[in-house]
């Protein structure tokens, strides 16, 4: 009997869903082996084992279930017992899935919550650190603000109080005040609203305020940190003197106590730190804000705000340090200059020369910048007015001055009992004392030191605009290359910088100027109508006592102006007489040296050639001569070499060079005798002497019998200079004076035709008597 084979056992597979898996602690907490388990467990309850083979739960796979099952060795054993493990397996999968589908809800309830409350937990959390930093915001800048008060009153004013006194104490707080103003206004813009930091209105309040002071806060930080560089120059004067170093700290200290500073920088570099903290506080905010929030959105944009705002105050000091370093102008002598010198600024200045030689004569374009040429002209146009108005306000003050140094009332004219005089006296003494002194005063404060303060601020924007031009030859030179040096890439962003600079900063200099220019002489308009109104009150105040008053106001203009013609006809006489007397002809003492100079420049120039020195001539110039008043020398040439004409080329005696032509007259010989007169002369019988007439000592004039007598030219005389006068041979002329004002009879003061005045030579002049019918 064949014994049967053992049937290989077949096997089945139950598939089991993998548990949802998550990412929160619970679900952690059941683990894959647990479920197993468990699982283990209730197969081993719904299923038997039989003779024929036997169950197995294998966990090879994490996600799966294998059950094995032995065949049986006959057929009908094995369909009963396959028919048995498939409805065994079949409720074991059913309960399994229902277990499973439990659980995995269980599990997934948990997590849900679980995340709620972490997500509660993560908002509480990011609100808390959001108060905290609104309120470092505000408690900070409070405190800032503080520490900013007690620098500029207590700590300034007790080191006022130092002596000596320090010198740029006030240069270190210099624009502090502007801070200090649009901090407080900041903070008392979000007391007004008097919220909480908790209230979710206090955070869009902030923002809105910080907003509408941003022009403000760049305004004044600006300005701020332009300036700390000479704070901490100021600072470390102070330093250099340990006893005055010493006192300066011992004041703050005793000042703020409670802040334990050491210096002033302690203070003063507070707002440098302040907006550049301004973003950071503004950034954390905004981090752990939600963007629910009904204030994100302002949030966002104010911190993008003041990222933009210390970006333009960066730019701003950038472009302030750049100007001053070029705005300053340096005295530098000659040795100081070369000691300067070096191979760099020699190639420097070679290739800024060749440059501009290739501009010049067309080898390479200029790089032109229309919008900058217009603002450059105008500037200099500007600069020219600007000087031009400084030149006669300055030349007004001057003749002001001058009529005040006259002080007529000082002086006695024995007026008593004439009371025109004495009128015209106070109406004088009143101007000089009281009326034009303050005018003065006025005309110096209000016109002439803004005039000299704006002269003053021209220099800055010429250096700039010259040294613009080096650079501009400079950035020519490299930018064509296609790559750059980092020398080369500071000069041109040295250029760039420069140019931006004057592009912005010019216009507004320019408008400002022009604006002083005409405050300026609507100021003088207005002063000189008030000036007027002060004389005019004076004037009534005396009128009823000066003569012609009584007059129609038409008669009395008509007899004002007659008189002040009349007065100036007079003044003009005056002035003339006195021109005459000081430009009256030098006479040279004939001494032996003086004849030995005279007979040799004649002998070798002629007398034609010989020229007098009427005032003393320094020499200025290469080739020019030191000569004394009355000296003479000779004409070479009437020009230089360059054909300038106010310069002579002259011989002194052996010396020669260069002359002042205004310094120089031709020279008559008094002792020469004059060639013989073409007119009659007088009979010698008759002598006499014709009052006016030039008489020359030893010879007496013969006259006729008729005693009428006329004065003639008896040759060509050509002026050489206002106090001379020319006269042709055998114009009649009348003699004034004899002789000239310092009683030198060889020349004679004359009128000649059509009333001109002047000094002739004597001996240039004749006498003739005439018929007494045309006396």
Not at 473 to 497: F, G, M, P
Not at 629 to 642: F, H, M, N, P, Q
């Amino acid at each position: 009997m064949e014994v049967p084979r053992r049937p290989q056992p077949s096997s089945f597979t139950l598939a089991l869903p993998k548990p949802a898996l998550s990412s929160i602690g619970a679900a952690e907490k059941v683990t894959k082996k647990e479920l197993m388990t468990e699982l283990q467990e209730k197969m081993d309850r719904s299923t038997e084992k039989d003779q024929f083979g036997e169950e197995t739960l294998s966990s090879e796979e994490e996600s799966n279930v294998s059950v094995f099952v032995e065949a049986p060795a006959d057929s009908s054993e094995l369909t009963d017992t396959n028919t048995f493990t498939a409805g065994s397996k079949l409720s074991a999968q059913d309960s399994f899935s229902e277990e499973s589908s439990i659980s995995e809800e269980r599990l997934a309830e948990e997590a849900r919550k679980k995340s709620e409350e972490d997500e509660k937990a993560a908002k509480e959390r990011a609100a808390q650190r959001q108060l905290l930093a609104i309120e470092e915001l505000v408690m900070s800048e409070r405190n800032y603000l503080r520490l900013l008060q007690v620098s500029t009153v207590t700590i300034r004013s007790n080191l006022q109080q130092l002596q000596p006194p320090l010198t740029n104490l006030d240069s270190m707080f210099q624009y502090i005040e502007d801070v200090i103003n649009v901090s407080s206004r900041l903070l008392s813009l979000l007391d007004q609203k008097q919220i909480q930091p908790g209230d979710p209105l206090y955070l869009e309040t902030l923002c809105e305020s910080f907003l509408s002071l941003s022009s403000d806060i760049e305004a004044a930080y600006r300005e701020y940190l332009a300036n700390y560089n000479n704070v901490t120059v100021t600072e470390n004067s102070y330093k250099q003197k340990e006893a005055l170093w010493n006192d300066i700290v011992r004041i703050i200290k005793t000042s703020a106590p409670e802040v334990n500073a050491t210096s002033l920088s302690f203070f003063l570099v507070m707002p440098v730190q302040r907006i550049a903290r301004y973003p950071l506080l503004l950034q954390t905010i905004l981090k752990h804000s939600e963007k629910s929030h009904p204030a994100y959105a302002l949030l966002e944009q104010t911190a993008h705000t003041s990222i933009a705002l210390n970006c333009r105050i960066n730019e701003y000091k950038r472009f302030r340090e750049v100007a001053d370093k070029y705005k300053k102008t340096e005295t530098l002598t000659i040795k100081d200059k070369i000691n300067r010198l070096n191979t760099h600024s020699i190639a420097k200045k070679t290739a800024r020369i060749s440059q501009h030689f290739k501009h010049e004569t067309g080898i390479a374009p200029k790089l032109v910048d229309e919008e900058f040429d217009a603002l450059e002209g105008f500037f200099y146009v500007l600069e020219h007015g600007i000087l031009e108005l400084l030149e006669n306000v300055e030349m007004y003050l001057h003749h002001l001055q001058g009529f005040l140094a006259c002080k007529t009332e000082e002086f006695d004219f024995d007026m008593d009992g004439e009371k025109a005089p004495i009128c015209y006296k106070e109406i004088t003494t009143a101007l000089r004392q009281w009326i034009l002194p303050t005018f003065e005063k006025r005309m110096r404060t209000l016109i002439h030191k803004p005039l000299c303060a704006l002269r003053d601020l021209l220099v800055g924007p010429r250096n700039l605009i010259r040294k613009r031009l080096d650079k501009l030859l400079d950035y020519e030179v490299i930018c064509e290359k296609s790559s750059l040096s980092y020398e080369e890439q500071a000069v041109a962003n040295t250029y760039r910088t420069m140019n931006t600079l004057l592009l912005n900063e010019l216009p507004q200099f320019n408008g400002l100027a022009l604006q002083m220019i005409w405050s300026m002489l609507g100021t003088f308009s207005c002063l000189q109508k008030d000036l007027a109104s002060d004389m005019e009150q004076l004037f009534q105040s005396f009128a009823q006592q000066l003569p012609h008053s009584s007059l129609s106001p038409k008669a009395f203009w008509e007899w004002a102006e007659s008189a002040v013609l009349e007065g100036a006809r007079r003044l003009e006489t005056l002035c003339r007489g006195v021109q005459d007397t000081l430009n009256a002809p030098v006479d040279q003492p004939q001494s032996p040296s003086f004849q030995r100079r005279l007979k040799q420049l004649m002998d070798k120039h002629g007398s034609g050639k010989i020229y007098q020195v009427v005032g003393t001539v320094v020499g200025s110039r290469d080739l020019d001569l030191n000569l004394a008043k009355g000296e003479l020398v000779a004409i070479i040439s009437e020009a230089d070499t360059r054909g300038d004409k106010r310069r002579w080329l002259v011989d002194a005696g052996g010396r020669r060079g260069y002359a002042p032509s205004s310094k120089l007259i031709r020279y008559h010989q008094p002792t020469d005798d004059p060639p013989p007169s073409p007119h009659l002369t007088l009979p010698e019988s008759m002598t006499g002497i014709r009052r006016h007439s030039y008489t020359p000592e030893g010879r007496p004039l013969t006259v006729m019998s008729q005693p009428c007598f006329q004065v003639f030219a008896a040759y060509d005389f050509n002026a050489r200079g206002n106090h001379e006068v020319s006269v042709r041979s055998g114009e009649l002329v009348r003699v004034l004076e004899p002789h000239d004002k310092r009683g030198n009879p060889e020349w004679s003061l004359v009128e000649a035709k059509g009333g001109q005045r002047g000094y002739v030579p004597s001996n240039y002049l004749t006498i003739m008597a005439v018929p007494t019918a045309s006396c």
